[in-house]
């Protein structure tokens, strides 16, 4: 599980583990607090969870986590694919640098541990579940300027859709899942702003924004033999069609304080 000291990778951790598996937990930066993360998982589930610094978008970091994976607990069935950054700025003023390292963490770094994996798994006939998280905004986009996001994310949805037909004659599926609007801490000021989510939830056809448990049955469906007939598929988990994320953009009127007048202006939300 990468990137798993908080928001959804901490989420998806706590719910494999209550679902019986072991765990090996990364993070690159976050060593202290992944380390409380994998302690509170296994003291509420029992079940023995190794924390780990790796940069997902290191390739000798990535294998070193697969070759400590397999020396730790003598097999790896699943990989949650979790690592992910966000700059939301207009395009205009996005650095190059910027824009590789999010093309980097939420692209490259899906690959590398995708590669090693499956690699692994291919020499050891095992028959696994490689779970990439990518977005709703990997299908669809809307009025906030997350241009390098958007494209990260929808390379996401077709690097699983190619390996898995790479793939799926070794029995290894590779899948996607595509959450909503969760109130994660990269996007608390969005969740935070009470109009914001009211529009939000006018919006949604299920009446709400998401609740972190509304992903931990997925998560375990996708990773268990009870998946084992889907393959390149990408899970929506967003209260609805995820065609909706159109309308719902037009809920940036309510974040004036996050983006410049200078952007704003054409939307006619502002004078």
């Not at 798993?4 to 209550?18: I, K, P």
């Not at 970091?61 to 992910?84: C, L, P, Q, S, T």
């Not at 029995?171 to 935070?192: D, K, Q, S, Y």
Request: include cysteine; charge should be positive; aromatic fraction near 8%.
């Amino acid at each position: 599980m990468t990137g798993a000291a908080q928001g959804l990778g901490t989420v998806f951790a706590e719910a494999l583990a209550e679902a019986g598996a072991n765990l090996v937990i990364v993070t690159r930066k976050q060593t202290s607090k992944l380390e409380g993360v994998a302690k509170k998982i296994s003291d509420t589930t029992g079940r023995e969870v190794v924390p780990l610094k790796v940069d997902v978008t290191s390739e000798e970091d990535v294998k070193g986590m697969v070759k400590r994976a397999d020396e730790h607990f003598g097999r790896i069935d699943v990989i949650v694919n979790n690592a992910g950054i966000n700059i939301s700025k207009p395009a205009v003023k996005f650095s190059l640098e910027e824009w590789e390292r999010v093309i980097k963490v939420n692209l490259t770094g899906v690959f590398l541990c995708s590669k090693e994996v499956g690699k692994y798994m291919i020499e050891k006939g095992i028959r696994g579940s490689i779970i990439n998280i990518s977005s709703g905004y990997g299908k669809v986009v809307d009025l906030v300027p997350n241009s390098a996001y958007y494209a990260s994310k929808a390379g996401v949805i077709h690097l699983t859709k190619g390996l898995a037909c790479e793939w799926g004659h070794f029995g290894i599926r590779v899948n996607a899942l595509c959450p909503g609007w969760f109130p994660t801490l990269m996007g608390r000021p969005i969740h935070e702003n009470k109009r914001w989510v009211r529009h939000m939830s006018s919006k949604i056809p299920l009446g709400r924004v998401g609740k972190f448990e509304d992903l931990k049955p997925i998560i375990v469906f996708m990773a268990s033999d009870a998946s084992e007939y889907i393959s390149g598929h990408a899970f929506e988990v967003l209260g609805g069609p995820v065609e909706i994320a159109g309308p719902v953009g037009t809920g940036l009127k309510y974040l004036k304080d996050l983006y410049e007048e200078e952007y704003l202006k054409p939307f006619k939300f502002i004078s």
